[in-house]
Each structure stands twice: as C-alpha cells, then as structure tokens.
C-alpha cells in the first residue's frame, strides 16, 4: 500500500499568516488522486481538494492545493480564525486507499 | 443535499457483537461507493474499506481484512459495519463517507462513537 508523510507535524503561526502542508507519497500516486481533508475537534473531516489542485464545493479559494507523482502541498494564503484545524492528504487512487497522519495548524 | 446519517453511540463490551449504519439520502446510493474510515482517540484517520451499493462490491484495507465486515441493503440506502467479536482496541470514532471516485470522500456522516469496555 502506498505510504502518505506529512510534515511538518505541527504547524505554529498566527492569522493572516501563509500556510505550506506537504505530503510526500512512497511510489507515484495515480492520475493525482491526492485530496485534503479538514478537521476541526468533534467533527468529521470535510474535503477542500481533491485530484491534487482542484477545490471542493464551497472552500475558499485561500486555499490551494498542487503537486504530482509523489509530493504534493497544501497552502492555505492566509489563516483565518477558523482555519486552525488538522489536515489530512489522502491517495484514492491504489486500493487501499490510505491516509497521512495530518498536520496540526495551532495559533501562535 | 446529500446526507450520510449514522446510527448512535456505542458502548459494549469485549466479546460481543456490533453492527453500525450509515444511510444515504439525496442522491442514488446505489451508484457510488460508500467507505468506513476509523480514527482512534487522539489519532488520524485510518481507510478501512469501501463498498459499492450497486452490486456489494467490497474491498478492505489489509489492516481490518478479516476483522470487520462491511455490507449495505441497497433496499434501505443503507450500508454497514460489524463486528463479530469486538476488542477494546477497535474503541474508536467510525465515520462513513461517500466515495465519488475522483473527487475522493466528498460527504461525510457525522462519526459513530464505539466504546469497548469490560
């Protein structure tokens, strides 16, 4: 199964701030099913990308996300109050489909 | 609206069986893959399989093969996880979500919280 590495694994900065999230796959992920998932506590995850760059229903265009084969980031252009949450990456494109182990983004 | 509404909190204990659910409304359940996600407390997400209400296709990650079951009756709109046997290690949150393929997870249930206790 293909190995997701997030880094860094926490992320300190303050609103308004740019945000870097990197995922790095162990082999190529296939036609850029790569997605990123929001997680505030208490609550599912909601999706922001998917297919590596392009932006899920409703999600603000400060977030972006690029890459391909096996490095992929998120960058979120500006941290609003509500952006403080973990991230996940997450291949789809092998079964199993697998996970990374996020990337908490606190206040600083 | 697509909606994934799951079934309620659970508290067991080691030993017994469990079957949870997830119903899908506001679009055609049988053609797009439902998958089960568990993330344990304090954890990250882990992918524990898919299925595919059309036909029941099912497909698990190596880790849960053997360890859960998952079904769904296409009659309910309605898929499924269970288990045989529970241990307090799967005490954990159990989310469904829908699989549009390229789009990947993109509607959530709301989690199912299963404590396995003595």
């Known amino acids: 199964e293909i190995v997701l590495t997030q880094f860094p694994g926490t992320l300190s900065l303050s609103p308004g701030e740019r945000a870097t999230l990197s995922c790095r796959a162990s082999q190529t992920i296939s036609t850029s099913y790569l997605a990123w998932y929001q997680q505030k506590p208490g609550r599912a995850p909601r999706l922001l990308i998917y297919g590596a760059s392009s932006r899920a229903t409703g999600i603000p265009d400060r977030f972006s996300g690029s890459g391909s084969g096996t490095d992929f980031t998120l960058t979120i252009s500006g941290l609003e109050p509500e952006d403080f949450a973990v991230y996940y990456c997450?291949?789809?494109?092998?079964?199993?489909?697998?996970f990374g182990q996020g990337t908490k983004v606190e206040i600083k | 609206e697509v909606q994934l509404v799951q079934s309620g909190v659970e508290v067991k204990k080691p030993g017994e069986s469990l079957k949870i659910s997830c119903k899908g409304s506001g679009y055609t359940f049988t053609r797009y893959w439902i998958g089960w996600v568990r993330q344990m407390p304090g954890k990250g997400l882990e992918w524990m399989g898919i299925i595919y209400p059309g036909d029941s296709d099912t497909r698990y990650s190596p880790s849960f093969q053997g360890q859960v079951t998952i079904s769904a009756d296409k009659s309910l709109s309605t898929a499924y996880l269970q288990w045989n046997s529970l241990k307090a290690s799967d005490t954990a949150m159990y989310y469904c979500a829908r699989d549009y393929g390229w789009r990947g997870f993109d509607s959530w249930g709301q989690g199912t919280l299963v404590t396995v206790s003595s």
């Open positions: 997450q291949q789809y494109g092998n079964s199993p489909g697998t």
